[in-house]
């Protein structure tokens, strides 16, 4: 099995891939100290097996799942994690594994020993990452950090430097002060994970960072235009729908 180690901790990282040693069937192709690094990885590799860390800094390990594009197969997984009732709760309920830190050999043992029958049966491995992907979205989601890419680059972006997002051609773009992007999201998905004091869905296929509004103008049917803070002031209509809503977020409107 062509496997990832993904950890923000060196010394978890070489602990983990020196208990490894001991397995033949994993072979360590790689391995990454934090969540943009593992989704490049990933991307690059293709592996079998995940050893992925929950707790990680930027971008934790449900959200490196998350931000996988959809045209590559999420490999199966064996979570890292330190106690975490919540976490814990999630990997049972799904039936998932994990091991808790410090990783044990016994327990690292079982993990692989799963993990390379499912390699060998397509529809447990199925089922399997089924699995995965339901205990992915019911994860507690805050996006503060927006993994952008363009031109074959990924960049973590902070939520607040995006001043809109928006559907073109199919695809959900993230506009900043200074370039734009593609997002492997959602819009809808966007609206729910990000801070929502923060963003506002101004029409279908638009939604806006509020902080980055520099202008409001009246607009046709009594709904309004936004002037986005870009060096192009960019006029963003807001439709009538939501239009009585844009009235509730910001009083006075």
Not at 26 to 39: P, R, T
Not at 91 to 104: D, M, R, V
Request: hydrophobic share 45%; charged share 30%; with cysteine.
């Amino acid at each position: 099995m062509r496997s990832l180690v993904i950890d923000d901790e060196a010394d978890a990282r070489a602990r983990l891939i020196r208990l490894l040693g001991a397995h033949p069937e994993v072979v360590v192709i790689g391995e990454a100290q934090d969540g943009l690094e593992a989704i490049e990885k990933i991307e690059e590799f293709r592996p079998d097996l995940l050893f992925l860390d929950i707790e990680m800094p930027g971008l934790n390990g449900f959200e490196v799942l998350r931000s996988i594009p959809s045209a590559i197969e999420i490999p199966l997984v064996i979570f890292t994690t330190g106690y975490d009732q919540h976490a814990l709760a999630a990997f049972q309920a799904h039936a998932l594994a994990y091991l808790l830190k410090p990783i044990e050999a016994e327990r690292l043992s079982v993990a692989i020993e799963r993990s390379n029958k499912l390699c060998f049966l397509s529809a447990e491995r199925e089922k399997e990452r089924e699995s995965i992907l339901r205990a992915t979205g019911e994860a507690p989601r805050t996006l503060r950090k927006i993994v952008c890419r363009k031109n074959g680059r990924a960049l973590l972006v902070p939520s607040e430097q995006i001043l809109w997002f928006e559907v073109q051609n199919g695809i959900v773009r993230a506009i900043t002060g200074k370039d734009s992007f593609w997002v492997n999201y959602q819009l809808a998905e966007l609206e729910a994970a990000l801070p929502q004091e923060e963003f506002f869905r101004a029409r279908r296929e638009v939604l806006v960072n509020i902080s980055q509004i520099k202008e409001i103008k009246p607009y046709f049917k009594s709904s309004f235009l936004l002037v986005m803070s870009d060096a192009a002031s960019t006029e963003i209509a807001v439709s009538e729908r939501q239009a009585r809503p844009l009235r509730q977020r910001l009083p006075g409107l």
